[in-house]
């Protein structure tokens, strides 16, 4: 079974053991990715999309940890530069927060744009990894 979304939630849901392995594992590792200890996820997830939906997404999992990448960046690698707007939707489409990281993606000019997670939440996950991966001692350094 695939996982075929993460999403954020407002209010805490009921925790449960009787839940099937692939979102246990997952909730799991997205644990230990909070805790600090993990940086690659080796969940099954997959989402449905279009193939170029399918192309930013494996796109976005290529993106370090504790890295971030521009639109424009991601969108010459991927074809040219001008599909940055449709790279856009694209990562604005993902379903799987966290574990295809659209977070990193920021604009040209390093600002934080475009986060379907709302933006304080791209914000605090890019600090929470530059805390772990470039060894800061508090997450507002």
């Known amino acids: ?12 849901g009921l925790e449960s053991d009787d839940l099937p392995f692939n979102i246990l594992e997952c909730k799991r ?4 990715y909070f805790d600090g200890s993990r940086r ?11 193939p170029f939906q399918q192309i930013v997404w494996r796109q976005l ?11 424009l960046q991601i969108a010459k ?18 379903k799987i927060f966290i574990l295809i990281p659209c977070h990193r993606v920021v604009g040209t000019d390093g600002s ?6 709302e ?9 929470h990894e530059a805390r772990f991966a470039f060894g800061m001692n508090s997450l507002f350094d």
């Open 61 to 71: 999992r290529e993106i370090p940890y504790g890295k971030k990448i521009s639109y």
């Open 29 to 32: 590792q997205l644990r230990e």
């Open 119 to 127: 933006l304080w939440r791209k914000d605090w996950l890019l600090k």
């Open 77 to 94: 690698q991927i074809a040219n530069e001008k599909i940055v707007r449709a790279l856009g939707n694209a990562n604005g489409k993902n």
């Open 1 to 12: 079974t695939l996982v075929n979304s993460v999403l954020f939630v407002n209010n805490k």
């Open 40 to 50: 690659i996820f080796t969940i099954n997830a997959e989402q449905k999309g279009s």
């Open 112 to 117: 934080l744009v475009g986060y379907a997670g």
